[in-house]
């Protein structure tokens, strides 16, 4: 419980300077924000001058941070520069599509890669561990972008088997939610294996057998469960990877996600939107961490014995 | 898998070494090419009367694009792109990492937690939101697109940096120095680098992968190399666009992204069993 308070403390810290990086960063950028809003160029000075004013440009720059972070934590985010919409309407607009091919690929990832990781290792050396282990060389080499393209030449406009773009049907999550989960799975189906590989040369599995216990509850029980360690924490990090390439993979899709909000905010300059959804991704990392750290401790008694003296 | 020689150590498999051979000879030809003032017109000229030529059309082995454009020379230009931005990305990554790792892993609980707090705050943030706001101050193109992607990267090699530190730290001969009045500094400069070789190569190798996907992602999304610059990840966005008339670019660029870094993973893996045989026992 104490671990769990000061973890979360932690990501209180790291979450405020994310906030501090992501609005500095936004404003020292050149390129005036009214610049997005008007033609600075044939608009009178003093119409540029009370936009500023409206936006709060002319305040001193903590102030304006202030104001942000006061913004940030009570829900007020501002209104998009092009749209006119407020933010927590596009936000919401658009989050549960990103939730829902986010999820999707996580559990295509790992429901395959996990089962396919552990057959591979109890074969080892057999044509199954071989053709797992080289399919999943070429997944993980192939950029999740080129294999869309790949997917919708051939899936999408020769054999006309799936949509490639849109959201309108429960049909045009599976492409990109396969496609998301293509490099993850083969992530894990390697980890997977190497994990289960090392537990399986273990002493406890002799003893296991010297008791009796039959094969099956061996493998998708013991071993099953020690291996889990490095498969949680492969699974933090993919969150963050995940949700880099979800920003692509919407994009070429055309799936109306938080990731086309966020590059699409980018290349408008639409400061509000974009700095509330770099905020929100960095908060959902940070947070996702911090519950890796949590359910690793559950899973691993080790970490929990040595944490507590380190602590 | 590996063959193990007799002397216990895995050699490099001789055919990634000539593969990748084969590219870096590509790609500096393509580097020359797009750098010299008088040869770069091969890779932008447009030829409006001879679009979508199909691979093996004469005088133009690989096609041309929607503006008539020759593949094979924008190929080239955008390889030698990628290898520029991979192995620029991976030096400043490690030596970034390096420093902060070993600052981090040597110098004590603070040194080791303001490491581990910047770190955490690095990884909040996708490399893409770091290549805008340095496309705002350079201009979008490549320079922009090698410090982002530097700056997120070092974070990873810093955490591996620190955990090395943290457990060579505490073994014997590191302390026999520590008793013999070797200075912290010195120690951690000589001592604990080398120990540190093998995972340095085995990151720089996986670097230089990664930020050449990230590199053609990053400018297929159009936040990177700005057209005409011939970047595999332009070539892709650009045949994206015309996918139902030519297939072509889109496979050929895609192919060629795909087997490069197909042959640095395999490179990887093979180094990092050279020097962990804890891994080779499990393939």
Known sequence: MRF?????????????????????????????????????????????????????????????????????????????????????????????????????????????GVPIGVIAALNRGGWFDRVALAVASFFLAIPNFVLALVAVLVLGLQLRWLPVSGSTSWKNLILPALILAAEPCALTVRVGRTAVLEQLSADYIRTLWARGIRQVRIHWIHVLRNSLSPIISLGSIQVRTLLGYTLIIEVIFRWPGLGTQLVNSILHRDYPVAQALALLLAAVVIISSALTDLVYRWADPRVRLSGSEAA | MASTPRSGMVRINPWILVALAVYAVAGLTGIVVLLSPTMNNRMTDTDLTSTFLHPLSPGHPLGTDSLGRDLMWRLLGGLGVSICVGVGVALISIVLGLALGVFGGFFGRTASFA??????????????????????????????????????????????????????????????????????????????????????????????????????????????????????????????DYLSQSWWPVILAGALLTGLVLLLNALADNVRDRFDPRSRRLQ
């Open chain 1, 4 to 112: 769990a308070l000061q973890r979360l403390a932690y990501a209180v810290l790291v979450l405020f300077l994310a906030s501090v990086v992501t609005f500095f960063s936004m404003r020292v950028t050149p390129g005036d924000v009214t610049a997005s809003i008007v033609n600075v160029a044939t608009t009178p000075p003093e119409v540029v001058e009370k936009l500023k004013e409206q936006l709060g440009l002319n305040l001193p720059i903590w102030q304006q941070y202030w104001n942000y972070l006061t913004g940030m934590v009570t829900g007020h985010l501002g209104v998009s520069l092009v749209t006119k919409l407020p933010v927590t309407t596009l936000i919401a607009n658009s989050a549960s599509y990103t939730v829902i091919l986010a999820i999707s690929a996580f559990f295509v990832a790992f429901g395959l």
């Open chain 2, 115 to 240: 490491t581990g707090l910047v770190v955490d705050v690095t990884w909040a943030f996708p490399a893409i939101l770091l290549a805008i706001v340095f496309a705002g101050w350079l201009g979008p193109g490549l320079p922009a697109v090698v410090l982002a992607l530097a700056l997120t990267g070092w974070a990873s090699f810093a955490v591996i940096v620190r955990g090395e530190m943290l457990s060579l730290r505490e073994r014997d001969f590191i302390a026999a120095a520590r008793v013999l009045g070797v200075s912290r500094l010195k120690i951690s400069l000589t001592h604990l680098l080398v120990s540190l070789f093998p995972v340095t190569m085995v990151v720089s190798v996986f670097f230089v992968s990664t930020s050449i996907v990230a590199e053609s992602g990053l400018s297929f999304l159009g936040l990177g190399a700005q057209p005409p610059t011939p970047s595999l990840g332009v070539i892709l966005a650009e045949g994206r």
